[in-house]
């Protein structure tokens, strides 16, 4: 089979990260004070971060999808308002969300390499990898993943089409992703009858009128069928229910159609480009573990957010080498205990907040959280807790800068 290469083209040394645990989100008080995670969230940068889980979870992971820059060279904006009309984009609040910028193609594709290849190393036997990219880049993927996984191992070129404007006038409009899925052997876990689809009604109506439809082969029309490669979901921007305003976010009906295909219950599933969490807010819903990174502060506050709505206990750590930036001598910040209920005034922007009741010093246990409403942009100012000790309290911005307070 042919390779790629390019300039330089090599296995980076690995620098594993030096992790140390932050917080532990416990939703409503969910499984405090003892209850071990049901998934870890990693700020840091995902090859140091690969590199460090390596000791414990190389050939563990169950699946991994991976949505990584795509060759853009552009730079992407968040929206980090709250109740503004989505009509109106130059009113829009932003926030800086990510960079999507390379030197050239060959420093874009080593990055693709050393990671691809770590994710390998990762996978379980039966494991598969999801690489979700676009035009720019899939063609070249599709050769690095060839090399890492064999190319026997290719199972699917997925498209994801959707609808949306376009500025394009001189070609086609393009609509479509490319999800690429590669398994790490031919025993990959693939459950058919959990993402099962209804027929079009057509096809039911020329089933029930001709007994020759189908050439004499007559499906289960009752249980559905498998979906073909080809996927149409709305993009987020469609979505009220579910957009966070991180860039580039991806649906959950994608995910979850990823996630219940190629793991079980009680499976790790695996997210190194994490950006709005949707990974790991698909497979905590669905009863898997999940680990989730991001190098972003605004991505792993959006995500921590998100998590805070479900019954799952989650970890954060860090890589050492990230600045932990929290303030704690903010005098925007005014917090009143009232019995079991902790007030909170504050002129911040604030887009979360969270209460330690039994701060210790070092790791922060997240037992009471509210979370600013998207529609109509309230954030409750008030929690109800169980004083076990020292209370804390955190505020995030909408930015993903964090304010601490010791009550």
Known sequence: MPTLDWNDKRLSPLSPASLTLDSILHPNGFGAPKRRPDGRLFHGDNFSIMAALLPEYEGRINLIYADPPFF???????????????????????????????????SYLQFLYDRLNLMHRLLAPNGTLYLHLDWHADSHARLILDEIFGAENFVNEIIWTYHGPSPIRSAFNRKHDTILMYAKNKEYVFNADAVREPYNPNTLATFKASRKAGFGKIPDLERGKVPEDWWYFPVVARLHNERTGYPTQKPEALLERVILASSNKNDLVADFFSGSGTTAWVAAKHGRRFIACDESALAIHTTRA?????????????????????????????????????????????????????????????????????????????????PEGKICVRVVTAEGKRFQLNV
Not at 327 to 354: C, H, M, N, P, Q
């Open 72 to 106: 853009t060279n552009r730079k992407f904006h968040a929206r980090v308002g709250r109740g503004e009309d989505s009509r109106k984009p130059s009113n829009w609040k932003l926030a800086e969300g990510y960079h999507d910028s390379w030197a050239d193609m060959d």
């Open 306 to 386: 998100r998590l805070s709505a479900l019954r799952c206990v989650t970890s954060l750590e860090r890589d050492a080498r990230i600045k932990n930036e929290i303030e704690t001598k903010s005098k925007r910040i005014k917090v009143k205990k009232d019995g079991e209920r902790i007030l909170l005034e504050t002129s911040l922007d604030a887009d979360f907040w969270e209460v330690d009741s039994a701060w210790d010093g070092k790791i922060f246990r997240s037992v009471a959280q509210a979370r600013r409403q998207g529609r109509s942009g309230a954030l409750p100012l008030e929690l109800k807790i169980k």
